[in-house]
């Protein structure tokens, strides 16, 4: 743990993707094998599911510390932070002895289904034996809420620095849910033997917001433009014999989508296809919603399988006949997909992706302006030449998304942040007027204000707290800020009856007063607006 720690550290003090880069190279150079499985997965976001209760480290901690719980609850929403509370108010110890990262983390996989007592006791002892750093490090751990300030790219940039093998591949073999118990640093990144990962995806290749104009992109001639669709990005497998459906989120989804489990026979072996998972009835997608519902539900029958049905709308063939695709040029590896789908027994599941056939760019931009009423959030843009990347890439492939919906809505309650800014109001709910006059909350967000934009806010709201309730502070209706957002449902979880679908503040909305933010009838009008 100290080495990891040490890491956590270095990556935490520091805004230079070479330092962090450099650290990680280290970590790599002087930890065992098993401690860098261990490592690499908690680098890339593979987080160990949280054992024991917040509320029971609280009580835990405050106990152990010799001080009052409400007193310990109002220093956590000071800080801010779970973790770095505890870290700082538990009695400091001399580290009696060192742990090692599979260690730890194996002990608190096999704390699920222990009594609490024992659950402290372990606990409590880990903490003991480590320093405020590690402790810190640990109780992230511990609530399932660890993250350090690198991305996947800097991790695969270490790694080919230290095994000193192809980016690519690297990508490739840390992609799905490997397990590091499970693993060695061979088993995870030699060349694997056919059929032995037969389960495991490619890198998703991403497409950067466009930022510029699209006559800057050149002759239209040489991109393909296609529909834009809000659904799950997934991957299609079919290997020896084997289906395999992936999430671009690395979700093992082949149980919950059994529609295409007839691929199985239907697509040759060794074929990946790339696409967006959605629902689709009456030959046209539904909404996001509908997904999201589905997903849920830990059972699906037969109504629900009538009622949401799932196709693929396919883009790109990654792998045919067992031959990677990934460094032809798109325009061949689209003719092969066309040719593939072409099959009458595959048109109930898998759909070809639309190609848009645009003369000029005046036309895609109104075709992007109007999108929603083609169910759709824009457009994609790909170059006909290029090759299928990994990662988040700029040049060959771009998203040009419509502009979202908005709504004025009136502040009511703020939160206190995270990290940086605990000691900042940062999270806000937002409310619009409903038909008796009073104030209905409608939205959560917490991203879109300038840090100056934000200081400011956290002053007025310290100095005009009406009532507290814990860390939410609720204020007088009197700032207005238009809410953006990608698309409208009703919901029966929210009190407001309508979910929003990302919501961030677009801008502060001096010029208005709150009685002149949006109603709770503007929402439902949106709402039908979409369903249309």
């Known amino acids: 743990m100290k080495l990891f720690t040490q890491l956590f550290v270095a990556v935490d003090q520091t805004t230079k993707t070479n330092d962090k880069v450099a650290a990680i190279v280290n970590y790599l150079q002087h930890a065992d094998d098993r401690s860098k499985l261990y490592a690499i997965a908690l680098l890339i976001g593979n987080r160990p ?26 220093s956590y929403h000071i800080v801010g932070d779970l973790a770095e509370a505890i ?28 009594s609490d007592d ?5 606990i409590t002892t880990y903490w003991r034996d480590m320093d405020t750093d590690q402790r810190f ?133 060794g074929t990946v296809i790339d696409g967006e998972i959605i629902p689709w009835k009456d030959e046209r997608p539904l909404s996001f919603q509908v997904m999201q519902t589905r997903i849920g539900r830990k059972s699906l029958s037969p109504k629900i399988l009538q009622e949401a049905p799932l196709v693929m709308v396919c883009f790109d063939l990654l792998e045919w006949k067992g031959e990677d695709m990934r460094d032809t040029p798109m325009y061949y590896r689209r003719k ?18 639309e190609l848009m056939p645009f003369n000029h760019w005046g036309e895609v931009a109104v075709f992007r302006q109007h999108a ?105 209706p009197h700032h207005v800020f238009e809410i953006a957002f990608e698309g409208i449902q009703a919901s029966s979880r929210h009190k407001s009856g309508v979910a929003l679908r990302f919501p961030r503040i677009l801008r502060w909305r001096r010029d208005k007063s709150p009685e002149s933010a949006n109603t709770h009838a503007d929402l439902l009008e949106l709402i039908q607006s979409a369903n249309a």
């Not at 917040?54 to 109002?74: C, M, Q």
């Not at 669709?229 to 093992?252: A, M, P, T, Y």
């Not at 066309?338 to 992706?353: A, I, K, Q, Y």
């Open 118 to 122: 024992r659950k402290r006791e372990i």
């Open 372 to 476: 929603r009423d083609f169910h759709c959030e824009g457009v994609m843009l790909k170059r006909k030449g290029s090759t299928y990347g990994s990662g988040r890439r700029r040049g060959n492939w771009w998203k040009w998304k419509t502009n979202p919906l908005t709504v004025d809505g009136v502040l009511i309650y703020a939160q206190s942040g995270h990290g940086r800014r605990a000691n900042l109001y940062t999270d806000y709910t937002f409310a619009v007027w409903g038909d008796d006059g009073t104030l209905v909350p409608f939205a959560k967000a917490y991203s879109g204000l300038t840090d100056k934009e934000i200081a400011e806010l956290d002053r007025w709201i310290k100095h005009h707290t009406v009532e507290r309730f814990g860390p939410v502070r609720s204020v007088p």
């Open 49 to 74: 599911k949280r054992p024991v209760r917040t509320s029971d480290l609280k009580f835990w901690a405050a106990d152990i510390s010799r001080i009052p719980y409400w007193l310990f609850e109002e």
């Open 137 to 269: 490090v640990f109780t992230k751990l511990i609530t399932g809420n660890f993250r350090i300030g690198v991305s996947r790219q800097l991790v695969i940039k270490a790694l080919v620095i230290h095994l000193g093998i192809d980016e690519a591949a690297v990508a490739h073999r840390l992609m799905g849910k490997w397990l590091p118990a499970k693993e060695t640093m061979t088993s995870l990144f030699a060349e694997s033997k056919k059929g032995a990962r037969d389960f495991q995806p490619y890198p998703f290749y991403l497409a950067y917001q466009l930022d510029s104009p699209p006559e800057s992109l050149g002759d239209i001639g040489d991109w393909y433009i296609e529909r834009k669709l809000d659904g799950i990005r997934g991957q299609i497998i079919v290997r020896n014999g084997q289906l395999f459906v992936w999430s671009r989120g690395e979700d093992l989804l082949t149980d919950k989508f059994p529609e295409f489990a007839p691929l199985r026979n239907l697509l040759p072996d």
């Open 87 to 114: 870290a700082l108010m538990l009695p400091p110890h001399a580290p009696e002895k060192e742990h090692r990262l599979p260690d730890v983390i194996g002990q608190l996989a096999g704390l699920h289904g222990l």
């Open 336 to 353: 092969l997909l066309e040719t593939l789908l072409s099959s009458p027994g595959l048109r109930h599941v898998l759909l070809l992706s």
